[in-house]
């Protein structure tokens, strides 16, 4: 790569550019599932950009499962079936995710029981430090990386709860039906990331390679106010699609 292909904004590099310029278009539906992308040579000449570089930008787009490679056909916008996260539900991740044709797993990637941060005395509305499990889990889909979920129990509501999660526990269940969690309110809050900081979760989902993320966090509270649920999960924005269920009766 040249030091004219290297643009001054930040540690940007043309690549990236390139790669987002067509993210973009993806994302705002300008370019359609199937659509034949333009030749490497052309847009060599649109961006004015070397064949390495232009190679660059497509292999990233490919590792976020956004264009498939058909060789001797061309590059195309791949056809991909978007997972359904419904806004408004509530229940475990992979729970309320449960795709017929899909298969999801769990691994853990991080267990810790360590006293809380002052972040996360905030989250739990506590005005005293108090020890709590942070529990870091990848999501495969199919085999395939699909999201990374980071999510926190004070041990004071779960005492040993450590010892009882596993690679695919389903951790919503065991809080309500061994811990008799009841969940009155919930909170949940989601963001499109341009760029993601965290190196575990971008080693996970893409082999390092930074890209937009989605972020969704989520707080569950019971019927007296206290915070009894906290997570955060980051999930590849081309897999996913958002929808909410209401009913107008209600």
């Known amino acids: 790569m040249t030091k004219a292909e290297i643009r001054n ?142 999510a926190y129990f004070p041990l004071s509501l779960y005492p040993n709860i450590d010892k009882k999660i596993f690679d695919d526990t389903s951790t919503y269940q065991l809080i309500r039906e061994v811990y008799k969690a009841k969940f009155a309110k919930a909170h949940k809050s989601i963001e499109f990331l341009s760029q993601c900081s965290d190196i575990n979760v971008l080693n996970f989902l893409t082999g390092g390679s930074r890209i937009p993320l989605i972020s969704v966090k989520k707080q569950i509270e019971n019927n007296a106010a206290k915070i009894i649920h906290y997570s955060h999960f980051y999930l590849l924005p081309s897999l996913l699609k958002f929808s909410i269920d209401i009913d107008i009766k209600s």
């Open 9 to 150: 904004q930040g540690t940007f590099f043309l690549y990236e550019e390139i790669a987002k310029d067509i993210r973009d278009k993806i994302y705002q539906e300008q370019l359609i599932d199937g659509y034949r992308l333009p030749s490497e040579m052309e847009l060599c000449r649109q961006f004015k950009a070397s064949r390495p570089t232009v190679r660059r930008a497509i292999d990233e787009l490919k590792k976020e499962g956004l264009i498939e490679v058909l060789h001797g056909k061309g590059t195309y916008v791949k056809k991909t079936k978007r997972k359904d996260i419904r806004i408004l539900d509530f229940s475990g991740f992979t729970d309320g995710m449960a795709q017929e044709d899909s298969q999801f797993t769990k691994v853990i990637l991080a267990k810790n029981v360590r006293i809380s941060s002052d972040e996360e005395m905030k989250i739990f509305r506590s005005n005293k430090k108090f020890k709590i499990l942070e529990l870091v889990r990848g999501v495969y889909e199919n085999e395939k990386p699909f999201s990374v979920d980071y």
